[in-house]
């Protein structure tokens, strides 16, 4: 059975909805990770820092929490290659860790945006993304206001080099268009990883498209991916 620790900080309002799908929908042992906590994950197969508005996003998204003690937890798992997947707030807290490479913006419209878009798959060679093809078109929704990544063009060009980018904003045929990028990313990305694969950031929320009642359950194929991802279990630290 997957073992998972979700991280809450003070302002973390997705670690709910991820908790009932991970345990009730995939069966997994899931338990929460307190901010203040930075000794705990034994054994876990895998991390994940759920959206929300960690410290208010206060000076701005997700650098107060990249300094909270729970930090170290996330650097030591990270490090024995095992797992580790941020969900908005957690993407934008795994760059300000430098997890990633690149930066979250404000979106280029200045406005929060929070509707289901369309996605698509460049790179299955990560955790969230191995179980899929490349090309694969999913609907999953966003809902952020600094989801805008950027990133200079060196760095952009390595990414590409490396295949670091495993998600693009995509229209309804899967084509990447300017008029499919919600928040005006470069490049439409909307999810990357690290060059090990074990880390992973994401503005699209995959635990709100996994019920019967959400429009889609496209995200269920994203969460589904991680139990496949390569000596995943037992790798617990």
């Not at 994940?48 to 650097?75: K, Q, T």
């Amino acid at each position: 059975m997957m073992k998972a620790g979700i991280i809450v900080y003070p302002g973390t309002t997705c670690d709910r909805d991820t908790f009932m799908v991970l345990k009730e929908v995939l069966g997994w042992d899931v338990r929460y990770i307190f901010y203040k906590e930075s000794t705990a994950a034994p054994e876990l197969d895998i991390i994940i820092l759920p959206g929300g508005f960690s410290y208010g996003d206060y000076l701005r998204a997700g650098a107060l929490a990249a300094m909270s003690p729970v930090r170290e937890v996330i650097y030591k798992h990270a490090a024995a290659g095992l797992p580790v997947l941020g969900i908005c707030n957690g993407f934008q807290i795994l760059l300000e860790m430098k997890l990633l490479k690149g930066a979250l913006m404000q979106n280029a419209s200045g406005r929060f945006i929070c509707r289901n878009i369309n996605l698509k798959v460049k790179n299955n060679t990560s955790l969230l993304t191995n179980g899929l093809e490349r090309g694969t078109h999913l609907q999953v929704p966003i809902a952020h206001m600094d989801g805008n990544y950027y990133a200079e063009e060196e760095v952009l060009k390595e990414m590409e080099e490396k295949d670091l980018v495993i998600l693009q904003y995509a229209d309804a045929s899967g084509e990447i268009t300017e008029d499919s990028n919600p928040n005006g990313s470069v490049k439409n990305i909307a999810g990357i990883r690290n060059e090990a694969g074990n880390v992973v950031g994401l503005m699209p929320h995959p635990e709100r498209a996994a019920l019967p009642y959400h429009k889609s359950k496209d995200g269920l194929l994203l969460l589904r991916s991680i139990s496949g991802y390569p000596g995943i279990k037992g790798r617990g630290i």
